[in-house]
């Protein structure tokens, strides 16, 4: 099915809408398809449905389609994977005062909240059968009901889902419902991982650290030789273009304004996925922002643990900006520069409390 669409869309001289290009960065011809399919789907208000591996860019490529629909909403992003499965129907649907334990006030959901734009509810797989039911019965009656409350509520949003998962094979294993999958499986778009675009590396690149230049002007940024580019092409990339964003990101704190070369990609920037380390070094951790210490561990040993020193940082930056909004996750997240949803898995990967 996805190959069909895939080649039905393919053609090298269709128009690529602005929104989108703007949105998705680079020109492979795997990319390009992409683009193609999501300026087609766009204007449409039926589901689409992003496959592809996790990392690869489905949160960009929902963005892309709603800058490109018209619709006059918000786009609001929900990871499934990231909010407990006891917890997300009172996130999707909101709830009234009184309606549990806590609920001190009443909240509005975040289907609410997507009224007249787009849900973007990503790793869609990952949600619970007895939510997935109440999901289907919104898509067919366009209304919600809050928790606690009796008001049925109209609702107008474009459905884009994503996953990295089969989602036939969950159907038929009994764990995804078949009327949902295809009720939201109308227009598929399969996202390309980042192994099936390494000529966009250095395109990704610039854009990353135009990004990172947009919320830190003042940054002296470092800069990728050729032969730094020729060793990232070489590499696999099982964690696609989430990997490629840490590696600009420790190229960034590591070494702000210099020319990184195929050792400095190798020794410090390529860190193994199994032990969190480069090569050789050692598993101690170092004071975050203690400079004379990491020279020191360098001419000690070599190289130093730098996976381990930048999550000391972005835990203690998390830390900081929670307490500040006095654990309020939606502000922390703003103060950091993060989608909500990313915070939360942050939060949860590194078992940091809320309040502090």
Known sequence: MTNICTNLFFDAEAPILFE???????????????????????????????????????ERAATAVHAASGREGKLVAVNCAAIPGELLESELFGYEKGAFTGADEQRVGLIE??????????EIGDMPLALQSKLLRVLESREIQ????????????????????????????????????????????PVPSLSERL???PELIDRMLKDHTSQHP?????????????????????????????VVDRAIVMFPGRMLHAGEVDNFLLLSETDGSAPGAP???????DQSAVLQALQDNGQVDIRLILRDMEISLIEAALKMCEGNVTGA???????????????????????G
């Open 113 to 122: 909240m997507a009224d007249g734009g787009t849900l973007f509810l990503d």
């Open 199 to 201: 000529e966009e590396i």
């Open 218 to 246: 003042q940054a002296n940024l470092p800069h990728f030789a050729m032969d730094a580019i020729e060793r990232l092409q070489a590499h696999s990339w099982p964690g696609n273009i989430r990997e490629l964003r840490n």
């Open 20 to 58: 989108v290009d703007a949105h998705v960065v680079g020109s492979s011809p795997a990319t390009r398809r992409m683009k193609q399919m999501l300026t087609a789907v766009a204007p449409s208000d039926a589901p689409v449905m992003l496959s592809g591996d996790t990392g690869s860019g489905k």
């Open 333 to 355: 997240a703003q103060s950091l520069g993060l989608q909500r949803t990313t915070l939360i898995e942050k939060i949860k990967k590194y078992g940091i409390k809320k309040n």
């Open 146 to 189: 809050r928790v606690g409350g009796r008001e049925h509520i109209a609702v107008d949003f474009r459905l884009i889902t994503a996953t990295h998962r089969r989602l036939t094979e969950a159907v038929s294993e009994g764990k995804f419902r078949a009327d949902l999958y295809y009720r939201i499986n109308v227009l598929p778009v």
């Open 283 to 289: 598993g101690q951790a170092l004071p975050v922002g």
